[in-house]
């Protein structure tokens, strides 16, 4: 479960991580940085994730690759990966 006080998540573990993401209504505006240090995928626990090419919410926010990172932003309904590499 990402914090209220959480800036940046950090994974490092082997299999899939699972990110129960605070409400996007409650912190609109709000930034959270989401890396992988290991080559594990990184999902949410919600459909409440955009792509960063636009589309429809759906559950993922990083691919099995080490050092890949995403910023999101709660946009007031969902949270949009606004930057990514």
């Known amino acids: 479960t990402v914090l209220a006080t959480d800036s940046y998540v950090i994974n490092n573990r082997a299999g899939t991580v699972t990110l129960t993401l605070p409400s ?21 626990a919600s459909s409440n994730v955009v792509p960063q090419a636009g589309g429809a919410a759906g559950m993922a926010i990083l691919a099995a690759t080490a050092g890949k990172w995403a910023r999101l932003v709660a946009d007031g309904t969902n949270w949009i990966i606004m930057e990514s590499n």
Do not use: L
């Open 24 to 44: 996007a209504s409650t912190y609109s505006g709000r930034q959270i940085t989401v890396s992988t240090i290991t080559a594990n995928t990184v999902v949410s």
